[in-house]
């Protein structure tokens, strides 16, 4: 568990971050949102040693960032939006040098390259050199040097940034198993609200150095979103009514949940109301959108970096 | 240290496969040497096999006249081609003019009454030189004083020729008195161990400068390297691994001094075995091969200081490199690298040890010019050092300040 207090930051007159107070759940995938200069890279930055905070206080999984930086920087690790890694070097020297970088060496250190190329699906790449390959590859490479050290907490700034819609999906996917099979906390940051949307279990949006909002995922679009039946029906109609993944039921009106809103189920739920005599009474999709809270939040007025 | 044996070899293979770096480290410099070498040769040679090509004029057309254009082309300085008969001075000064000719020298009418009477003080000189204005000044010294010895020579034998019998009459001989005004001067060259004396070379002279010279362009693969990192963000992700600021900075430090110790073996392997394949003049290391590699050591620790300040102090990698190069232009150029300090003016030579390759190249001359030994660039090797560490440490400051 992450847990923030009082934490401020300032550049010469500008407040970074003015003090916030924040807790990041262990093994959940959060995500980080924050229009350009809202105080993200501040943020992530002093959570992984990189810059001094001015005030307050950080405990990263028990570890006390004044007294422990050492510590949490061998349990964390960051992915940097850029592709952080050396184009002249293979993949597999790529790997070799950050891994040694960590410290590690001998058979630990082959051990660790292998788990992140086998997360990352990076073996039949190694040798090729890492400026000559696709941008996909790259990423997944610039991850992969991100998972050497297996980091109980990781930082992915914008890890999908320039890669096609399949590399990303084949990201989105990789980030998610690290997740859930390994318990690692993830701090994710994208522009794609989308992809927070589809993978963060709880979201953090951020402006002007404070926080906006710190909630589950659930929360913030909103329990109700999703499609919604009212029905006529005779009682008996509807119980022993077929379980269909995301359904519930509250006396005659059905919901279900917006990610569970396939075609398959929709179709299983419209062929059991024929076979039962129900009748929809009325129908409606509600769809509350993470970017329309995002918007709301900070305002729709453009924000240019000076 | 294993981490910084590892930043070593990483930064060396990246290097090694950037075919570019290699040309700018490896190929440019050494170029730079071979045709420095030989194509200054003349520059700061009395002794050059390069004969100076004259156009004579003989308007006088007189046995005085004659006598003094066949005593130059005797001259080793001068190779004496005599206008057909007609020229005239318009067209001597068009043959210099257009390039064809550096300078014309003219013997007009009543020459031959000028070099037989050593007392004569015409009202206007039977002879004048064309000097094409390209003419580096001490050349055109050179060839002007040369002409005039021999004038003065010839001048002082006439009127010797003239008065042999009063010269006979006091006991003395005509030809053993020419004989004793003409003898040259000999030069001694002075060096450190004392070893009979040897013309320096014109590579001798020039290489050691320029190898000064190369070894401060290791700016731009320092601003190149340092602005990619920061940039592409490996930097960042090496801070954020628990590696300390400084296993960073030695190990990249290492690698430069090594790279400045490649530069400088392929400059001198240059400078002693191919320049003279190609007719240029062979260098000489001295007589302390320890006292070369520490001029080179402190040489290049200096260069990479300067460096490592001009690339955290700028703005991009564009300005760094462009600042990089002229910076090192104009120290060159003060510090007596372009130009000898000797040939400059008292208040140059009074700036000239403000310049860091001045320092590097006076120790390089200890070493490899005056066969000087390690007690002799003591002073050099501290100055190198210690405005090293003033920019190392300026850099570091400007790295606390800036945040990088």
Redesign the interface.
Known sequence: MIRIEQLRKTYDDVVALAGIDLSIRKGAITGLLGPNGAGKTTLVSILTGILKKDSGRVLINGFDLDRDLPAIKSISSIVPQSLALYPSLTIHENLEFFGAMYGYRGALLRERISFAVDVTSLGPFLTKRAGKASGGIQRRLNLAIGLLNDPEILYLDEPTVGVDAQSRAYILEMIQRINRDRGTTIIYTSHYISEIEQIAEDVVIIDHGAILLCDSMENVIGGGSGLALQVSAPPEALEDFPAIPGLTRKGNCFHLKRNDLFYDNVIAIMTSFRDRGIEIERMQINMSLLEDVYLDLTQRELRDED | M??IV??IK?EL??IA??YQSFIILIIMPTAFILVMSLSMQGLFQSHSTFKMRILAIDLDRSVESRALISSLHKADAFSVTGAPFGTTEEAASKAVLEGEYKFALILKQGYAAYARDLTMIPREMPVVLFVDPTMQVPTQLVIKHRIEMEMTRLRLDAFLARNAEMLSYVGLDRHRLLASVSLPLKATYVYSDRREAIMPNAAQQSVPAWIVFSMYYIVIPIASIFFTEK????F????????AAGQIIAGKLITYYLIGLIQAACMLAVGRYLVPLLGGDTITFGISPAGLFIIITCVSINAIAFGLLVSVSSKSMTMAIAFGIVTVMILAAIGGIMVPTFVMPHFMQTIAPGSLPYWGMQGMLDIMLRNGTIADILPECGILLATALVMMACAALVIRKK?I
């Open positions: 294993r981490k590892h930043i990483r293979i990246e496969r950037d940039n592409n963000g490996t960042l992700r090496l801070r954020s691994i628990r590696l945040k």
